[in-house]
């Protein structure tokens, strides 16, 4: 099984960004998901998290994420000291940030600057669903797109769909120099989670 976890807060649509992940994965034959929220004060700025468990037969562990095999922060802030407790052995952490950090296991993206180009604002959820399709089998730029259709009000699309778009192949071109270097380790954590010949989707609280 495949999870990620998810940091954000109110108003950044990490919910959605878990949700359209799950989507995505769940869309090929053999592939479940499961997406769901775990909010702390409901209130816009205070800090939630959002879990996607993606995997080739159906998934009955409804429990919050401990360890994932990736870990999302769209707001660097909420990147503490004590990260590494939530990461897999294998893990990568995806943070919205326009530095890079000293750490193999720490992948900066310039999420806001990538959506506020697109949008006219800093929204940075669908970067990382761009993001996490260039990084893992998981998911495809064909698939992450098709949740954005299928699961975004119309008018969101176009806009949604290009910032996926210049995520991918941003996140891929540095992959591609990071990860495939000679003595580097996979950039795509654990094993393949599509398998099989049936399809399950699980999402709760669209929100």
């Given at each position: 099984m495949k999870?990620?976890?998810w940091h954000g807060r109110g108003g950044q649509g990490a919910f959605t960004a878990a949700r359209l992940l799950g989507a995505a994965a769940s869309s090929a034959e053999g592939a479940y998901a499961l997406a769901f929220p775990s909010f702390g004060p409901e209130r816009r700025g205070a800090p939630m998290r959002a879990f996607t468990k993606m995997d080739h037969a159906p998934i009955g562990d409804r429990s919050a994420v401990r360890k994932a095999d990736y870990v999302v922060y769209l707001d660097e802030?909420?990147?503490?000291?004590?990260?590494t407790e939530e990461?897999?052995?294998?893990?990568l952490v995806l943070v919205n940030s326009a530095k890079d950090f000293d750490d193999a296991r720490i992948l900066s993206i310039d999420a806001?600057?990538?959506?506020?180009?697109?949008?006219?604002?800093?929204?940075?959820?669908?970067?990382?669903?761009?993001?996490?399709?260039?990084?893992?089998d998981c998911v495809t730029l064909e698939t992450a797109i098709g949740a954005i259709r299928g699961y975004m009000?119309?008018?969101?699309?176009?806009?949604?769909?290009?910032?996926?778009?210049?995520?991918?192949?941003?996140?891929?071109?540095?992959?591609a120099?990071?990860?495939?270097?000679?003595?580097?380790?996979?950039?795509?954590?654990?094993?393949s989670c599509i398998a099989g010949a049936s399809r399950e989707t699980s999402m709760e609280r669209w929100a």
């Amino acid at each position: 099984m495949k999870e990620v976890l998810w940091h954000g807060r109110g108003g950044q649509g990490a919910f959605t960004a878990a949700r359209l992940l799950g989507a995505a994965a769940s869309s090929a034959e053999g592939a479940y998901a499961l997406a769901f929220p775990s909010f702390g004060p409901e209130r816009r700025g205070a800090p939630m998290r959002a879990f996607t468990k993606m995997d080739h037969a159906p998934i009955g562990d409804r429990s919050a994420v401990r360890k994932a095999d990736y870990v999302v922060y769209l707001d660097e802030t909420l990147l503490g000291h004590l990260w590494t407790e939530e990461l897999k052995p294998t893990g990568l952490v995806l943070v919205n940030s326009a530095k890079d950090f000293d750490d193999a296991r720490i992948l900066s993206i310039d999420a806001n600057g990538i959506s506020a180009d697109i949008l006219g604002r800093p929204i940075p959820n669908t970067v990382f669903l761009g993001a996490i399709a260039a990084l893992d089998d998981c998911v495809t730029l064909e698939t992450a797109i098709g949740a954005i259709r299928g699961y975004m009000p119309a008018k969101l699309h176009e806009r949604n769909e290009r910032i996926v778009n210049v995520a991918y192949r941003a996140v891929s071109e540095l992959a591609a120099t990071r990860f495939h270097a000679p003595g580097a380790e996979s950039m795509a954590p654990g094993d393949s989670c599509i398998a099989g010949a049936s399809r399950e989707t699980s999402m709760e609280r669209w929100a």
